[in-house]
């Protein structure tokens, strides 16, 4: 048993600290992991302060930004210097 105050006491802390840590380090592969198993292909993470801790919120984005648009068509010019 730890000695409240003692070195003892603050090993404790630091350890369970650090399993805490690596348990949250898990838990974010494991759901990314799951993510990507699910079919997403492109996933984007932001860390928020203004969120509840231990929430995770999904926003969608359909369709890819490039799909014809005058780069991915090829018809972007560059006047002068045709």
């Known amino acids: 048993m730890a000695e409240i105050g003692g070195l ?3 090993d404790e ?3 369970a ?3 805490q840590q690596e ?3 898990d838990d974010i592969i494991n759901m ?3 993510k990507t198993q699910g079919g997403v292909s492109r996933i984007k993470v932001n860390v928020s302060e203004e969120q509840k801790a231990g ?3 999904t926003e ?4 890819r930004c490039d799909v014809g648009s005058p780069w991915a ?3 972007v010019r560059n006047f002068g210097c045709d």
């Open 8 to 10: 003892e006491d603050m």
């Open 55 to 57: 929430t995770v919120s």
């Open 23 to 25: 348990a949250e380090i």
């Open 73 to 75: 068509k090829g018809s």
């Open 17 to 19: 600290k650090k399993r």
């Open 60 to 63: 969608y984005h359909h369709g």
């Open 13 to 15: 802390l630091a350890a």
């Open 32 to 34: 990314l992991d799951a």
